[in-house]
């Protein structure tokens, strides 16, 4: 492994990080508008509005950077970067195609990537409690709390995975992965997308943040460049858990002609799932704080750990 | 209703209107579809103004500014009475003030004013804001004529009035 591979390695996963949640972001704007009956943006940039996002951007870096007085300063400023950093990380992990098209082969990948996305959600809590403010402190602890609540079926749905296929490197679990894994899976998949949506705070499991009762929860004294890295950092959490969840339940790269193609088909997966993660957000209404706990308490948990024993069974029987 | 039913239903309607054409009207790039009387600007009649000032006193925020001045006719017949008759000096509105309530066109007895759906009038100096008589004049040339309250109703009254002084008119000649 020479300087210059490293260093491609890393140029690439850099972009595909900045590019591929401002597609996320852009297809946010115009599916929801289109569902609503409406258009979205249609002038920046000229053609539809695809430069929307980027004069969203310019538009943010104008704008003042304010530290509320009370504030607890470092932590404040501190915050959005460690609420953007471990997504960046996380695609270092994520096997892009066959032969070797990942940042870096992770043995443990489940056990890192999990891990680090665990990371992300300190930011939302830390930022919430150095603003000195009572609905960014409500916003933050709704957040702890859901993550406390959803790591544990999160972490279930991964864990099928990995026994199923006998190896925690996300790379192996690909190669190891047949096409009736999916109708053998289905239940974890359903538990892992919808845990993650839940760890990303995005709708209907967005009470930490809902602007019209706590106003944007743990981001409200938030303004400028740090605010829209929080912006960011919630697309890419969308982009790497829909990366995810395609790569442990749909096969990743897996598919017709998957030697020269396998991008592609990962590539369309995410995309796929990012889509069902705006069509969530446009078709239903926010669950209150309590329901999102018991959803995940009496829900998502007991299937999380049906699908841990009927993984358990088939592995047995079939080995 | 079934458990959880609500939630395809929720599914199913948004991905069905992302399909269908969107009801947005691009208005820069193209003109939207304004209902009959639309209220996009007041437009002055001079010639039917009398200067009675009821608009002007009327008016909620009192954005319609008149100045008049009186002249005497001389007598129509030898030895008759002279007549004094208003002439307008100066009509203007102020756009800025308007609320668009609309009750000046309503209580001006004489159809001096009338709505007029142009709405593009908008400036970078609120100054110009105060349309003075001339500009409100040529509103009215933008004035559409009054739509049918439905299909079988009655022709509104100024053009049954005018059809029918035209038909006197025709009538006489022949």
């Not at chain 1, 999160?154 to 690909?174: E, F, Q, R, Y």
């Not at chain 2, 909620?60 to 008759?85: F, M, N, Q, V």
Request: contains cysteine.
């Amino acid at each position: 492994m020479d300087v210059l591979d490293v260093a491609v390695r890393v140029a690439a996963v850099f972009v595909a990080f900045l590019l591929l949640p401002l597609l996320v972001g852009q297809l946010e704007h115009k599916v929801m508008a289109h569902m609503q009956g409406r258009v979205g943006p249609m002038h920046a940039g000229g053609f539809h509005g695809w430069a929307q996002l980027v004069a969203d951007g310019v538009k943010f870096v104008q704008k003042e950077d304010t530290v509320p007085e009370g504030a607890d300063r470092r932590v404040f400023q501190l915050a959005p970067a460690l609420a953007l950093i471990p997504y960046l990380i996380v695609v270092v992990a994520i096997p892009l195609g066959p032969g070797g098209a990942v940042g870096q082969v992770v043995d443990a990948g489940i056990f890192f990537v999990l891990a680090v996305l665990g990371v992300g959600i300190l930011g939302s809590l830390m930022g919430g409690w150095a603003s000195a403010n009572k609905y960014s402190l409500l916003g933050a602890l709704r957040t702890a709390a859901q993550l406390m609540a959803y790591e544990l079926p999160l972490l279930l749905a991964a864990a099928s995975v990995a026994m199923a296929a006998g190896t925690l490197s996300l790379t192996g679990i690909l190669a190891a992965f047949e096409w009736w894994w999916i109708p053998w899976q289905l239940i974890g998949a359903f538990v892992f997308f919808t845990a993650g949506l839940a760890e990303l705070q995005r709708p209907p499991f967005d009470a930490p943040i809902a602007p019209e009762e706590i106003i944007f929860g743990a981001y409200t004294e938030y303004s400028g460049l740090r605010f829209a890295f929080f912006l960011l950092a919630e697309y890419a959490g969308i982009v790497v858990i829909s990366a995810l969840t395609a790569v442990l339940f749909l096969g990743g790269w897996h598919g017709p002609f998957s030697d020269t193609l396998g991008w592609l088909w990962m590539l369309l997966k995410t995309a796929a799932l990012s889509f069902v993660v705006i069509w969530a957000r446009v078709a239903w209404p926010r669950l209150r704080a309590d329901q999102i706990q018991s959803f995940a308490w009496t829900v998502l948990v007991p299937l999380a750990l049906a699908q841990l024993a009927l993984t358990g069974v088939i592995t047995v029987v079939i080995s | 209703m079934s458990y959880g039913s609500g939630l395809a239903k929720g599914l199913a309607i948004t991905l069905r209107t992302m399909t269908r054409r969107s009801v947005t009207q691009h208005y820069p790039e193209t003109q939207p579809e304004l209902p009959p009387r639309s209220r996009g600007v007041i437009a002055l009649f001079e010639e039917n103004c009398t200067v009675c000032m009821l608009c002007a006193r009327e008016c909620p925020d009192w954005c319609i500014y008149i100045d008049s001045h009186k002249e005497t006719l001389p007598p129509a017949a030898p030895g008759g009475r002279e007549r004094s008759r208003n002439v307008l000096d100066r009509f203007a509105i102020d756009f800025s003030l308007c609320m668009y309530c609309g009750i000046c066109v309503e209580v001006c007895p004489f159809d001096a004013l009338f709505w007029s759906p142009e709405f593009e009038y908008a400036e970078t100096d609120i100054r110009d804001l105060t349309h003075e008589r001339d500009r409100l004049r040529e509103w009215m040339w933008t004035v559409p004529e009054p739509p049918p309250l439905t299909d079988a109703a009655e022709e509104p009254k100024e053009i049954a009035a005018a059809r029918k002084a035209a038909d006197r008119q025709a009538g006489a000649e022949r």
